[in-house]
Structures are given as structure tokens and as C-alpha cells.
T-cell receptor, first 114, second 114 residues
Framework: RKEVEQDPGPFNVPEGATVAFNCTYS??????FFWYRQDCRKEPKLLMS???SGNEDGRFTAQLNRASQYISLLIRDSKLSDSATYLC???????????????FGSGTQLTVLP | NAGVTQTPKFQVLKTGQSMTLQCAQD?????MSWYRQDPGMGLRLIHY???????DQGEVPNGYNVSRSTTEDFPLRLLSAAPSQTSVYFC?????????????FGEGSRLTVL
């Protein structure tokens, strides 16, 4: 089982729709969680961190469920400019005693249609 | 306002050739890392560094070497290129331990090994 798994996608939604992505992680000791956005043939950029209490940034809401070991991203009122691949990331130790690093999911592609 | 700069952006190698992917950051970040991104696999950590003179292996280190002689530079060396190393390589840096602070990525280096 992969350490971090995401909804397979792709998601094709009309403008104005609400869309949600889930991401599951296998290591219960993971401490930090993030959503990154990656435009086609570009580098990933941080979208938002995910806090235990859940957090919202405009049209974007991130949630963490530690008991079920998943994080989610909700996008409301989708815009054409939201079309991108959304990567979840979880911090883990690469090996025993090593520094924590980010493990990324393979990404979920979103296309918002006019 | 350069951020993280990677060179070259594109490279074609023949099997067995060696080369170095350059990465430089001007944000005085202590933490730097190299990822490769392949379709369906997400970003996978190759090597990382927590400061000048300190490097460690990530998830997929075989076939790659790194060094960190200065805070600014973190080159990735391919010792003897193989077709399996065809990928997009991203260098990233952070001012805080990974998993705490935001990762800033370079624009990527697209490598094809024939």
C-alpha cells in the first residue's frame, strides 16, 4: 500500500460546482499535512496547510481526520483558474532516526469546464 | 527575486553518460531536497540536506549523488544515466524543517535518457 494515496481522478466539473478530494495516509505518526497545487508542466506550489481543527481560505476548505487517517480538500464555486493537479503531502521519517520529509500523493487532476 | 533556480531545464542523455543538475536558492534556506516526478507516481524524494555539509538519502537514492558545500547550492549528480532515470526533477528548499515550513520548488529539469 502506498504511504499516501489520492482519489484517482480526473475530475471534470462545471464552473460554479463544488468538488472535494480525499487523500489517505498510512503512517499514524504523521504530524503535518498539506495541499499543493501544480499547474500543467509547472512546479508544485503550496495551496494550504491542513490543521487538526480544519481550516478555510476563501473558497478552499481543508479537513483532517486522524482517526480514519485522511485529509480532504473542498473547493466551492469552482473557477476555470482552479484547473490544476492537486497534490496532498504528509510528513514522515524516511527511515528510523532520519529527519522528517514530505511524502506526496500522485495527485488528482481537476478540470473546470466553462 | 529568483527563489530556487534549476539548470538545465531540458536535457537529453545517452545511457551511461553522467551529468549534474544544478540547484541554487537565494533565500538562505537551510533545508534543500531533490524530488523526481513520474506519471502516476507522484513526487519521490531522492536526497535531502538539512544544512551545508549534511546530506541524507531519500526514498529513491540509487544512481544519484549529492553534495552541499554551501547553503545556496545543492547539485544532483547522475553517475551513469539509465532510461529509468527519465523523469522531471524538482529541487526544493525550505527555511524550516520539512513538514513544518513551506517547500519552495524550482521550475523543474526535464531529463530524457535514451
Amino acid at each position: 500500500r502506498k504511504e499516501v494515496e489520492q482519489d484517482p481522478g480526473p475530475f471534470n466539473v462545471p464552473e460554479g460546482a463544488t468538488v472535494a478530494f480525499n487523500c489517505t495516509y498510512s503512517n499514524s505518526a504523521s504530524q503535518s499535512f498539506f495541499w499543493y497545487r501544480q499547474d500543467c508542466r509547472k512546479e508544485p506550489k503550496l495551496l494550504m496547510s491542513v490543521y487538526s481543527s480544519g481550516n478555510e481560505d476563501g473558497r478552499f476548505t481543508a479537513q483532517l481526520n486522524r482517526a480514519s487517517q485522511y485529509i480532504s480538500l473542498l473547493i466551492r464555486d469552482s473557477k476555470l483558474s482552479d484547473s490544476a493537479t492537486y497534490l496532498c503531502a504528509v510528513n514522515n521519517r524516511v527511515s528510523s532516526g532520519s529527519a522528517r520529509q514530505l511524502t506526496f500523493g500522485s495527485g488528482t487532476q481537476l478540470t473546470v469546464l466553462p | 527575486n529568483a527563489g530556487v533556480t534549476q539548470t538545465p531545464k531540458f536535457q537529453v542523455l545517452k545511457t551511461g553518460q553522467s551529468m549534474t543538475l544544478q540547484c541554487a536558492q537565494d533565500m538562505n534556506h537551510e533545508y534543500m531536497s531533490w524530488y523526481r516526478q513520474d506519471p502516476g507516481m507522484g513526487l519521490r524524494l531522492i536526497h535531502y540536506s538539512v544544512g551545508a555539509g549534511i546530506t541524507d538519502q531519500g526514498e529513491v537514492p540509487n544512481g544519484y549523488n549529492v553534495s552541499r558545500s554551501t547553503t545556496e547550492d545543492f547539485p544532483l549528480r547522475l553517475l551513469s544515466a539509465a532510461p529509468s532515470q527519465t523523469s522531471v526533477y524538482f529541487c526544493a528548499s525550505s527555511s524550516r524543517p520539512v513538514g513544518v515550513g513551506e517547500l519552495f520548488f524550482g521550475e523543474g529539469s526535464r531529463l530524457t535518457v535514451l
